[in-house]
């Protein structure tokens, strides 16, 4: 059994930032990956960072590197996105993912999610 929450969303001009948290409970080979994806309305849902037990293996997509920042604290089993220069663009639903080892990029790899939270950039 695995228990994702996540907070943090909201509603912020474009060029602001947002720090996102998911906190995880469960068995620990479950919570190896922890991952953030997001969706926009009317668009599929989309793989956007990842980030290993350890933190040795991080990876993000395209559109968002240089601006956002995934960081886990293991102790506390717990997974974050800091967003900074936000865009129009990023306005979607975020949510928090984990599966076993090894970080994969497709949603349908991850068995476990949380509940999602809005995040909205105004232009």
């Known amino acids: 059994q695995v228990q994702l929450v996540e907070s943090g969303g909201g509603s912020v001009q474009a060029g602001g930032s947002l720090r996102l948290s998911c906190a995880a409970s469960?068995?620990?080979?479950?919570?190896?990956?922890m991952a953030w994806f997001r969706q926009a309305p009317e668009k599929e849902r989309e793989f956007v960072a990842a980030?290993?037990?350890?933190?040795?293996?991080?990876a993000y997509t395209d559109s968002v590197k240089g601006r956002f920042t995934i960081s886990r604290d293991v102790a506390a089993n717990t997974v974050y996105l800091q967003m900074n220069s936000l865009k129009p663009e990023d306005t979607a639903v975020y949510y928090c993912?984990?599966?076993?080892?090894?970080?994969?990029?497709?949603?349908?790899?991850?068995?476990?999610w949380g509940q999602g939270t809005q995040v909205t950039v105004s232009s």
């Open positions: 469960g068995p620990t080979f479950s919570t190896h990956t």
């Open positions: 980030i290993s037990r350890s933190g040795d293996n991080v």
């Open positions: 993912a984990v599966r076993p080892i090894p970080i994969r990029t497709i949603s349908s790899a991850y068995p476990y």
